[in-house]
């Protein structure tokens, strides 16, 4: 059991004992990092069910599917909801810290009137759909109104139990924190790469760089490796060097990984042609890569019987994984600019090959979904260790569900599946599941949710 994470269950009487110690500490000591007691008249984030987190991860996967966002942007989408559900509920977590000083440049954020009485579910609703109404740009009108409709259910829903001066309350502070939370996202660089990107120019005269396979794209993404990571303190600080030399030779690596490629697609088994299938998390199909994983986060808040509060400690550190995995694998991409295995077997192998899935816009060095897959994969195992699961994320593609005995089982699969889809070499898929592991560490390295137990 990692030390910054808290045993999986807790007793309501040993988390009022705790409170209450806490409290009395405080009154005496200034704490190094950001931990907030809670007035007893405030309800505990623990109580609540857990479904209305579940509920927003999914209206945010729809939005992504909805309006085809790319692999890194929605990625750092699922990033900021991470965030956001966390915070929201952080006043009502007495024992948890919050992220603010532990994720670059999230120096302040307001906190709630403890005097006041606040429904966390509407706070929660008021934050993400005011965060997400600007993270969705140029959106589709049943976009933004999704986010209105699921807030408003969740206000009439508290309506039922609080007055509505405490509704109003817990909405107006939502409000507040998504503001205060999309003040830290406006410095991210987002802005500046997406202006600059229209820009970029496909580098050329070397035949081992990378060019677009469907002339009528753009490149994805060029400049991502500039937006600021959520832990890591640089985008390269995980990058794994490109290990092996072009080459036309029939003997060397690089020929003989192409030829790999084709003899899985000349020989694909059912199985494999499934498995491809199942993690293609083709954007505007799903909710893309990082929306895949996400949605199993949400599946194991049912099948471990997750509260609330570990529930969002799992959105959050989940969220933050994905989207600097993003970073750091769309930073390398566009740094070693290596052509994709349809370009050279077209070139140097067989003229008319195909692959099976559809070559994306961006260059093969290291794999997106290898990198991701093995950061999720790797942070789900730190928060729960070994689990048997069963994923269901893409049976509404009319896919058959999968059982997986491990996070790294899955993510391992999730990885080769992109060889067996003929769009990525070997060496892109072994090193990129390096590179997102090492994401993975350095973040749980670095946030601390809970105070370190003392006597347990």
């Known amino acids: 059991m990692p030390l910054n994470m808290r045993p999986f269950s807790r007793s309501w009487l040993s988390l009022v004992t705790c409170t209450l110690l806490v409290t009395a500490v405080l009154s005496f000591t200034v704490p190094s990092a950001p931990v907030r007691a809670q007035v007893v008249s405030w309800q505990a984030a623990a109580q609540l069910d857990p479904a209305f987190l579940q509920e927003w991860v999914q209206v945010v996967y729809d939005a992504a599917m909805r309006e085809a966002t790319n692999p890194p942007n929605s990625a750092r989408i699922y990033g900021y909801a991470g965030v956001t559900l966390y915070e929201a509920l952080f006043p009502g977590m007495p024992l948890n810290r919050s992220l603010v000083g532990q994720l670059n440049g999230l120096r302040d954020l307001p906190y709630p009137d403890e005097t006041q009485q606040y429904d966390w579910t509407v706070v929660t609703a008021a934050a993400m759909q005011t965060v997400m109404d600007k993270l969705f740009v140029n959106a589709a009108p049943e976009t933004y109104e999704s986010f209105v409709a699921l807030r408003e259910a969740h206000i009439a829903a508290s309506l039922e139990t609080f007055d509505a001066e405490i509704v109003e309350g817990s909405a107006a502070f939502g409000d507040e924190l998504g503001a205060a939370i999309l003040e830290w996202v406006s410095d991210d660089n987002y802005d500046e790469i997406r202006r600059d990107s229209a820009a970029y120019e496909i ?98 808040v049912d099948q471990l019987d997750l509260d609330t509060e570990r529930a969002a400690e799992m ?106 889809g003929g769009i990525h070499f070997r060496t892109a898929v072994e090193n990129g599941m390096r590179q997102g592991r090492c994401v993975t560490e350095r973040i749980f390295d670095r946030i601390v949710l809970d105070p370190v137990a003392q006597g347990e």
């Not at 030399?245 to 060397?252: K, M, Y």
């Not at 000349?266 to 199942?278: K, L, Q, V």
Request: glycine share 6%.
């Open 203 to 300: 580098p050329t005269g070397d035949p081992s760089l990378w060019v677009l396979t469907n002339p009528n794209a753009r490149p994805a993404e060029p400049l991502w490796g500039q937006v600021r990571p959520f832990a890591l303190d640089y985008a390269d600080e995980c990058l794994v060097p490109l290990n092996y030399e072009f080459s036309t030779d029939e003997n060397s690596a690089f020929y003989q990984q192409a030829v790999e490629i084709m003899d899985f697609n000349n020989n694909s088994t059912p199985e494999m042609r499934e498995t491809a299938e199942w993690w293609v998390d083709t954007p505007g199909l799903t909710g893309a890569p990082a929306g895949h994983w996400m949605l199993i986060g949400s599946q194991l």
């Open 315 to 420: 959105y959050a550190m989940l969220g933050i994984s994905v989207a600097d995995a993003f970073i750091s694998c769309w930073s390398a991409k566009y740094q070693f600019n290596l052509l994709r295995p349809e370009t050279y077997i077209q070139e140097y192998i067989s003229r008319r090959w195909e692959p099976y899935i559809e070559t994306p816009p961006f260059p093969e060095y290291p794999s997106g979904h290898s990198v991701v897959s093995a950061a999720a994969g790797d942070a789900l195992t730190n928060l729960f260790g070994q689990v048997v699961f069963t994923d269901s994320a893409n049976t509404f593609r009319g896919l058959r569900e999968r059982t997986y005995y491990s996070f790294e089982q899955a993510a391992t699969e999730a990885a080769i599946s992109r060889l067996y």
